[in-house]
C-alpha cells in the first residue's frame, strides 16, 4: 500500500467510540486488531525505507560524501513526515480495509464496503450461540448437581434405616433368645 497517497490525519484526533467497536462489538479486540495491523504497517514501512537507503549505502572514505548527499535526507525526511503506523491502522480500519479473524468464535470477517451488515450480522450470531452453549452448559451442571445431591441424601436416608432396622433386628433377637442386651445390664 502506498502509505504517502493515505488520506490520514498525522496528528491524534478524538474519534467515536461506537464507530470503533460496533462490529467486534467489544473495543478491546478492536484495538487489538488495530494494534496488530500498526505492526504490520511499521513493518512495511522499515523495509520501504531500507530498501530504498541500501542504493545510497555504499564503501566510501570520504566523510564528506556522507553528510553531502542531499537524496538520502530528502527520503528520511519524507518517512518522518508520514502519519504514525497506528494512524494509518486506525484509518484502515474505520475505512472498511481490515480482514480479521477471530480464532475463539471462529469468525472471519472481510471489512470491506458493502460487507458490514453480514459481518455484523456474523458475530451476532456466534456471539448468541456462544451464550445459549454456556446457558446450556450451566443449566446441565445445575440440573447434574441437583440429581447427584438428591441422590446422596437417598442413599445416606436409606442407609441410616438400614442400620437402624439391623440394630432393632439384633435387640429383639437378643431379647428373644434371652440374652442381655447393654442397656438390661445397666438397669440392673
Known amino acids: ?18 464507530q470503533l ?7 478491546y479486540e478492536t484495538i487489538a486488531i488495530v494494534a ?28 564528506e560524501e556522507v553528510f553531502e548527499n542531499r537524496e538520502q535526507i530528502e527520503i528520511s525526511r519524507s518517512y518522518e513526515k508520514l502519519p504514525k503506523p497506528a494512524l494509518l491502522a486506525l484509518q484502515e480500519y474505520i475505512d472498511r480495509e481490515v480482514y480479521y479473524r477471530n ?9 470491506t464496503k458493502g460487507v458490514e451488515t453480514t459481518a455484523t450480522k456474523r ?30 441424601k437417598r442413599a445416606e436416608t436409606a442407609k441410616t434405616k438400614r442400620a437402624e432396622t439391623a440394630k432393632t433386628k439384633r435387640t429383639e433377637t437378643a431379647k428373644t433368645k434371652g440374652v442381655e442386651t447393654t442397656k ?3 438397669k440392673k
Open 21 to 27: 467497536y460496533g462490529d467486534t462489538r467489544n473495543i
Open 103 to 111: 480464532p475463539i468464535t471462529g469468525v472471519e470477517i472481510a471489512k
Open 123 to 152: 458475530i451476532e450470531t456466534a456471539v448468541t450461540k456462544r451464550t445459549e452453549t454456556t446457558t446450556t452448559k450451566r443449566t446441565e451442571t445445575a440440573t447434574t448437581k441437583r440429581i447427584e445431591t438428591a441422590a446422596t
Open 1 to 18: 500500500m502506498d502509505f504517502k497517497k493515505s488520506k490520514t490525519p498525522v496528528t491524534t484526533i478524538t474519534r467515536d467510540l461506537s
Open 36 to 63: 496488530k495491523r500498526a505492526n504490520q504497517i511499521s513493518v512495511e514501512i522499515k523495509q520501504e525505507l531500507n530498501r530504498r537507503l541500501e542504493e545510497f549505502s555504499g564503501f566510501t572514505d570520504n566523510l
Open 184 to 186: 438390661t445390664r445397666k
